[in-house]
């Protein structure tokens, strides 16, 4: 083997400097046997190292003598602010007494005032809740009044064109129709304040039964002119558009009685 081998690295010792030691300056915790091996000081005699040592301390001491001697003057002027002749000691006092109340008004406010913000907050949440509830209640209302007073308009008068001797079709298939939307109309209205109950909705019930009745003792009288036994009678009523609007409405009505049936059979099935 040749122990003068041109490729083998040799290892280099690191000359102390600052910057050598700078690099250190941001670690928590100075590990003096790591220093000295990663920077290869074993092969460096002791008194060397030492000597190196002594030599960047008092470099340092020059450097820190140096740069204190040139800020002296701003030094010595910070300190006069605080003297005991000067009023600024007073003062910080003051600041620091002002803050301290100031932590305590803040730990209050985030303590009690926040949460009692939390239950107003949460109570006018509430309350506009129950208004808006209200509201669309009073909506509905109205229009269940609105479409009860037209359904009642029409209901009068498609029962004088009954009593007549003799009807006209087409007048009686447009009553119809617009009579049978407004009925459906207070139904769908009905429908979501059912478990409500006021003498108000009392009434308006009573009312929408009352015009029911009427209408369809209206539909019986039609149903028994267009299926007469007199050929005449029949030939007059059982042509558009009157058959037609009869039969539909019929339809739907006996949709609606099975859908109502159906209901109340779950209900029952639901009671405890």
């Not at 558009?240 to 739907?252: G, H, M, S």
Request: net charge negative; aromatic share 6%.
């Amino acid at each position: 083997m040749d122990i003068l081998d041109d490729t083998w690295e040799l290892p280099v010792t690191k000359d102390v400097s600052r910057a050598l030691f700078t690099a250190l300056a941001e670690e928590e915790q100075f590990d003096p046997s790591r220093f000295l091996l990663e920077n290869n000081f074993q092969y460096t005699p002791l008194d060397a190292l030492k000597q190196q040592l002594e030599l960047l301390t008092h470099e340092m001491d020059e450097a820190l003598v140096t740069e204190t001697c040139g800020s002296y003057d701003q030094f010595a002027d910070l300190c006069s602010h605080f003297s005991e002749q000067n009023e600024t000691k007073p003062q910080l006092q003051k600041i620091g007494q002002d803050l301290t109340r100031f932590q305590q008004k803040l730990a209050q406010v985030a303590e009690v005032d926040v949460q009692t913000t939390k239950e107003v907050l949460s109570d006018t949440l509430d309350y506009l809740r129950n208004l808006d509830v209200l509201q669309r209640q009073l909506d509905n209302n109205l229009m269940l009044q609105e479409q009860l007073s037209l359904a009642k308009q029409l209901c009068e008068g498609l029962t004088a064109m009954v009593r007549e001797t003799e009807l006209e079709p087409v007048v009686c298939s447009e009553l119809l129709k617009e009579l049978y939307k407004a009925l459906d109309a207070t139904d769908a209205a009905f429908h979501p304040i059912n478990h409500l109950d006021s003498p108000l909705l009392r009434s308006l019930r009573d009312e929408r039964e009352a015009i029911l009745v009427r209408f369809r003792s209206c539909l019986h009288v039609m149903v028994d002119l267009c299926t007469s036994t007199t050929n005449e009678s029949r030939d007059q009523y059982s042509n558009e558009p009157l058959l037609p609007v009869l039969a539909a409405i019929y339809n739907a009505e006996r949709r609606q009685s099975n859908a109502d049936a159906e209901d109340a059979s779950t209900d029952e099935a639901l009671k405890p």
